[in-house]
């Protein structure tokens, strides 16, 4: 019954593909509406950050998780926090250390303030409009900065993308052995995967879309995204499918239950 009533999913491997593969397609899909459409980053800012806005809206009408408003969120804001990052590096001229060190300490304020307010970071007590405000505030600015780390990492120090992809793989796996082998505390291990998760993600779009001249596997950016686009749709008709069995099961659960009694 608590789970139902959440507002955000479980943490479950399916939460962190749809979060990596969220992460891709934020990413390359930014690239995608402002360069190769030829929107560019002012007016694709204005459409996605519209777009987030309105999505937002219909998250805090709902009073629990629901798959496709969820992770609607999650993509709007995995473009949106991509193309601050963008307009702040490219049209702005802020360095990547900079932005790296400035959304940093953003991020950490957002933490300290959330936690004096609500004496938890638990995403499991998740279950007001209250706390789920400050949820989305973490979650742009882990996106904003997690851009910015990654394109530190595979442009700014020239590593190129396979050896940031390793790098951000590599880091997770040992947030992963601290939390399950070294038993980390659970919400602090739960944050730093999140923000890795970001530059993951997006070092992982730009290594498949990238030429090989350039360090990638030259897939193209269409195909990339039709690739992630149709996984995620399938994940969360998946998702969507399965909480539907769960809520009628339990509302089964309890006309049986209420019959029993009457």
């Known amino acids: 019954m608590t789970k ?3 507002r955000v999913p479980e943490v479950t491997f399916t939460f962190w593909l749809l979060k990596i593969l969220s992460t891709t397609v934020g990413e390359t899909g930014a690239d995608f ?17 519209g777009l987030l806005v309105a999505s937002l809206l219909i998250q805090f009408k709902l009073r629990r998780y629901v798959p496709v408003s969820y992770w609607t969120v999650v993509i709007l804001m995995s473009i949106v926090g ?10 702005l001229g802020v360095s990547l250390v900079t932005l790296s060190i400035v959304f940093t300490l953003a991020m950490l304020t957002g ?3 959330w936690y004096k307010s609500e004496k938890t970071l638990s995403i499991h007590s998740i279950d007001s409009a209250k706390r789920e405000m400050f949820y989305w505030m ?3 600015l882990a996106f904003a900065l997690g851009t910015g780390v990654g394109d530190l990492i595979s442009e700014g120090l020239e590593l190129g993308y396979g050896v940031a992809l390793f790098i951000f793989g590599a880091s997770i796996a040992m947030v992963a052995f601290g939390f399950y082998g ?12 999140f923000v890795l998760t970001r530059p993951l993600g997006a070092s992982l779009g730009d290594f498949m879309i990238k030429p090989f001249n350039e360090s990638g596997l030259g897939l193209g950016m269409t195909t990339v995204n039709v ?3 149709f996984v995620i ?3 969360i008709a998946y998702l969507s499918i399965m909480q539907k069995r769960a809520i009628f099961l339990m509302q089964k659960e309890k006309y049986g239950l209420s019959e029993k009694h009457g």
Request: hydrophobic letters at 65%; aromatic letters at 12%; a negative charge.
């Open 4 to 6: 139902l009533l959440a």
């Open 138 to 140: 973490i979650i742009l």
């Open 111 to 113: 933490f300290v303030v």
């Open 33 to 49: 509406l402002s360069y190769n459409l030829g929107l560019g980053l002012d007016i694709t800012s204005l459409i996605m950050g």
């Open 233 to 235: 749709v399938s994940l």
């Open 227 to 229: 690739l992630f686009l």
């Open 182 to 193: 070294l038993k980390m505390n659970s919400v602090f291990s739960f944050w730093v995967a």
């Open 82 to 91: 991509t193309l601050i990052t963008d307009l702040l590096v490219d049209d």
